[in-house]
């Protein structure tokens, strides 16, 4: 946006406030010179012909209050876009955005007639849904603080909370990118000096977050996309592994309508089933995916992924066992 723009825009915002305006006290809040409100004033009505006045009463005023500044000349349908975008990206994106996103779209709303706004507002909020399922609490603070960080390359210290363990621990990053994965999971990517190698954090679980004076180089080899493309979900680390799933005719349509992976293939089977082909680094979200297909599904290779398979399979089902056991003892009683 050109800074002349820029200032037009602040000019008209201003004249909508609906207090006394002169030259002097819009000079003033602008910080420009009043020769350069008076040009810019001018050029509101010899340009866009805006109703503009001067009176002692009122100072500066839009004897219209219904006109709008025509800087937005886009179709109903790229605004019915920008709407829904909108509400897209406040419901997927998290808490992080979400008063920007209000903001801007109340600031959009004063240049659009009025009904206009309205009826695609309404379109928007009732009959196109979006729920993104269970949400974070995410500190829109801390995920600021990352995003100026990762642009300004400033190493952070964070106390981390680490939901396997149960426990909180100190670290110190050099944040490479944010990633908002499956639209809800709010995550950093960066070289964790603790561990030597690039990890991931969930900013959700970040307690206290400090931006440290120092800089750092990213790693020249660390490329986001490559790094992204080679993950199964969201887990990272580890050497690449081909990995063969098999799924049963009930269950391979559900895996043949979506791309679960760049690197996937398909083998068909006669019977309709299919064997799923990738080549991910690490396991454990992989071994969670399977699981949720039951019955439907069966690991192949490699060997580390049926051992883990099979380790969760056998302690379910003792934990099955366990609680019939219980139940019926409970129930003789």
Same mark, same amino acid.
């Given at each position: ?25 819009? /000079? ?27 009176? @002692?009463? @009122? !100072? ?15 179709? @109903? ?7 829904? !975008? /909108? ?6 994106? !998290? ?13 959009? /709303?004063? =240049? ?9 507002? &309404? ?21 600021? &603080? ?18 396997? =363990? ?8 050099? *944040? ?56 199964? &979900? ?5 050497? *690449? ?11 391979? *349509? ?40 039951? @019955? ?5 290779? *490699? ?31």
């Amino acid at each position: 946006m050109s800074r002349h723009l820029e200032r037009l825009l602040q000019l008209d915002e201003c004249l909508r406030f609906g207090q006394r305006w002169t030259a002097e006290t819009l /000079a003033q809040r602008l910080e420009v010179s009043e020769r350069t409100v008076r040009n810019d004033i001018a050029f509101l009505r010899d340009r866009y012909g805006a109703p503009l006045e001067f009176s @002692k009463a @009122k !100072g500066f005023h839009y004897t219209d209050p219904a006109w709008r500044l025509p800087t937005i000349t886009l179709s @109903k349908g790229e605004l019915f876009a920008l709407t829904l !975008g /909108a509400r897209m990206l406040e419901v997927y994106g !998290g808490s992080a955005y979400a008063q920007d996103l209000r903001s801007a779209i109340a600031r959009l /709303a004063e =240049r659009l007639p009025e009904q206009t706004w309205v009826d695609l507002q &309404q379109v928007a909020e009732e009959r196109i849904l979006f729920r993104a399922g269970a949400e974070v609490n995410l500190d829109p603070d801390i995920w600021h &603080q990352l995003e100026a960080a990762c642009q300004t390359h400033k190493t952070v210290q964070m106390t981390y909370y680490t939901a396997s =363990r149960n426990s909180t621990s100190e670290r110190k990053l050099d *944040p490479y990118v944010l990633h908002i994965y499956r639209g809800t999971n709010p995550y950093v990517i960066g070289f964790c000096h603790t561990r030597q190698e690039v990890r991931w954090f969930r900013v959700d679980r970040i307690k206290h977050l400090q931006v440290l004076d120092e800089t750092f180089v990213p790693d020249p080899s660390f490329d986001a996309k490559d790094h992204l493309e080679m993950i199964f &979900q969201h887990e990272a680390g580890g050497v *690449p592994l081909p990995v063969d799933i098999w799924f049963d005719a009930a269950t391979a *349509p559900y895996i043949r309508e979506r791309r679960w992976h760049p690197t996937q293939e398909i083998q068909e089977h006669p019977d309709g089933s299919l064997t799923l082909r990738l080549v991910v680094r690490g396991l454990n979200d992989l071994k969670r995916w399977v699981l949720g297909y039951g @019955k439907g599904a069966k690991v192949l290779e *490699p060997p580390e992924l049926v051992q883990l398979v099979r380790d969760e399979v056998e302690q379910m089902n003792y934990n099955y066992s366990q609680f019939l056991n219980e139940h019926n003892g409970i129930a003789k009683d």
